[in-house]
């Protein structure tokens, strides 16, 4: 999952398993998320860096239209990270 939100000019952190969670941090996968293109290796890294946030992602409504795309899942499936059971 990745949230592509290149708009989106705040912050929204939540603390969970050590892992500060940022959508920010997800911006190397845009490429992805936008074209036909391979996920990069970073991409790949922040993805499942950012794994443990995915939930909460989802469930804030100012990110959900970003993180809940069927563009997300195949990113994901193309870095071995699966799309959450929230």
């Given at each position: 999952m990745v949230v592509a939100a290149p708009a989106f000019s705040g912050e929204t952190r939540w603390a969970e398993a050590a892992v500060t969670c940022n959508?920010?941090?997800?911006?190397?996968?845009?490429?992805?998320?936008?074209?036909?293109?391979p996920p990069?290796?970073?991409?790949?890294?922040?993805?499942r860096e950012q794994t443990p946030c995915f939930c909460g992602y989802l469930n804030d409504p100012s990110l959900r239209q970003f993180a809940d795309n069927p563009?997300?899942?195949?990113?994901?499936?193309?870095?071995?990270?699966a799309y959450p059971q929230c």
């Open positions: 959508p920010i941090e997800l911006i190397p996968c845009l490429a992805a998320v936008m074209s036909s293109t990069s290796e970073t991409c790949c890294s922040r993805l563009i997300i899942r195949t990113v994901g499936n193309a870095c071995g990270v």
